[in-house]
């Protein structure tokens, strides 16, 4: 699962930001910038891709490069140079060493005869508590296969967040029955209420731990002490023994990790609008492009019976 996040991030890195500072009308002209995308949690070893970057719509496999000289430091000190790992057609280096929570994280590159560096660390893990949940109405029905009914569930689920002061979060959920995985949405105008609030939130899916996705949120910078949120389930799945269990994922974000998706959000959400201002996706890879960052997470489970 945490290699799918590196690769979605690296993906969605690539769709986006290598339209940063190009002049289209230069093509033969342009000058490849060194590109980083890294984004790593707690107990994690780093996955970093490195290539160079590309005009719209030039990016190819050939841009990945295989013969960077990739160093990752850790509080300042050096800890080790990254191993190349050939990925299909195309590959990422990798460490042997882990993240750790609180321990500050830089990653140097060399290539192209450039050198590019970015710093991030692992922010604490969340501390939070599923504080109630309310069923407000369950349909079960005769499913398509033999011994298994159909469950559409719509509940209401409150989670306590525990000093969540000037930290950026986002939150997913999913569930099993019998051993079969399920989704469920988190409605953004539902995801609002408590003494915190929250003060902004964007529409990106960001892929988090346990295999679960979700919509990123920021509370309330102003807020002290707890932070209660509530949101809706609408699940459908199949179900075995009249029972579901629901897991709840948390994430906090390094800032450097939000800025990409808050930007990265807007940056789609006015693709292909020519009265707005052009959106620079937020990146902190330093002389190049690209992100380094880091995140942790925690989950909390509820079984429901029916």
């Not at 500050?104 to 192209?112: D, G, N, P």
């Not at 970015?118 to 011994?147: H, W």
């Not at 949120?229 to 799945?237: G, K, P, R, W, Y």
Request: proline residues 3%; negative net charge.
């Amino acid at each position: 699962m945490k290699r799918f996040v590196f690769i979605f991030v690296f993906i969605t890195f690539l769709l986006s930001a290598c339209y940063k500072d190009i002049n289209i009308y230069d093509q033969d002209n342009y000058e490849p910038k060194l590109g980083i995308s890294s984004v790593f949690t707690k107990d994690s070893t780093f996955l970093v891709w490195v290539y160079k970057s590309a005009i719209p719509g030039r990016f190819t496999k050939d841009n990945f490069l295989d013969n960077a000289i990739v160093k990752l430091y850790e509080d300042g000190n050096f800890v080790e140079q990254l191993s190349y790992v050939l990925l299909g057609s195309y590959g990422y280096y990798q460490s042997t060493s882990i993240a750790r929570e609180g321990h500050v994280y830089r990653i140097e590159v060399e290539a192209l005869n450039k050198n590019a560096w970015a710093q991030d660390s692992v922010p604490s893990k969340p501390d939070f508590v599923i504080k109630d949940i309310l069923i407000k109405d369950t349909v079960v029905y005769s499913g398509y296969f033999k011994d298994t009914n159909q469950l559409w569930l719509d509940a209401e689920v409150v989670l306590r967040l525990i000093n969540t002061s000037d930290y950026y979060y986002a939150f997913a959920g999913y569930g099993y029955s019998d051993g079969q995985k399920l989704w469920f949405d988190f409605p953004e105008q539902n995801f609002s209420r408590g003494p915190g609030g929250i003060k902004e939130f964007t529409s990106i899916i960001m892929p988090l731990g346990n295999g679960a996705s979700g919509l990123l949120y920021t509370p309330s910078i102003y807020t002290q002490g707890d932070l209660e949120v509530d949101f809706e389930i609408n699940a459908t799945t199949d179900i075995a023994n009249n029972s579901i269990t629901l897991y709840f994922v948390v994430a906090r974000l390094s800032k450097d990790l939000y800025d990409f998706y808050k930007s990265l959000d807007l940056y789609y959400r006015t693709t292909n609008n020519p009265f707005v201002e052009p959106v620079n996706i937020k990146v902190n890879v330093e002389n190049g492009l690209g992100l380094f960052a880091g995140y942790s997470f925690e989950v909390d489970s509820i079984k429901i019976n029916f």
